[in-house]
Nanobody, 126 residues
Framework: QVRLVESGGGLVQPGGTLRLSCAAS????????IGWFRQAPGKEREGVSY????????YYASSVKGRFTVSKDNDRNTAYLQMNDLRPEDTGIYYC???????????????????WGHGTQVTVSS
């Protein structure tokens, strides 16, 4: 019953902007934090950002800090990733994830999450 569905990806030029959405069902994001991850071709899945269940704590990979902003709308049960000044190296499939069983050792630790969306493609290219 628990589902996470990403949307908002697309093709943009360098310097462009996208806002990704992560719509949750079967679980309240008021009680669970959301991690954002991405996987580029030939690369391991990596943590991009995280927002805690109470929206107080946020974390960002150093490569996106200052350009990306994570947020959550608990009334809509949706998390967001605002991505500004996109670069070609931001290209990849973006996933949102949560942990229904508890918290992992680190927000960016992939095995710490048990529930994943299927991803949305982000391509930054000129």
């Amino acid at each position: 019953q628990v589902r996470l569905v990403e949307s908002g990806g697309g093709l943009v030029q360098p310097g462009g902007t996208l806002r990704l959405s992560c719509a949750a069902s079967g679980v309240s994001l008021k009680s669970y934090g959301i991690g954002w991850f991405r996987q580029a071709p030939g690369k391991e899945r990596e943590g991009v950002s995280y927002i805690s269940e109470d929206d107080v704590n946020t974390y960002y990979a150093s490569s996106v800090k200052g350009r990306f902003t994570v947020s959550k709308d608990n009334d809509r049960n949706t998390a967001y990733l605002q991505m500004n000044d996109l670069r070609p190296e931001d290209t990849g499939i973006y996933y949102c994830a949560t942990d229904l069983s508890g918290y992992g050792a680190s927000w960016s630790w992939v095995p710490g999450y048990d529930t994943w969306g299927h991803g949305t493609q982000v391509t930054v290219s000129s």
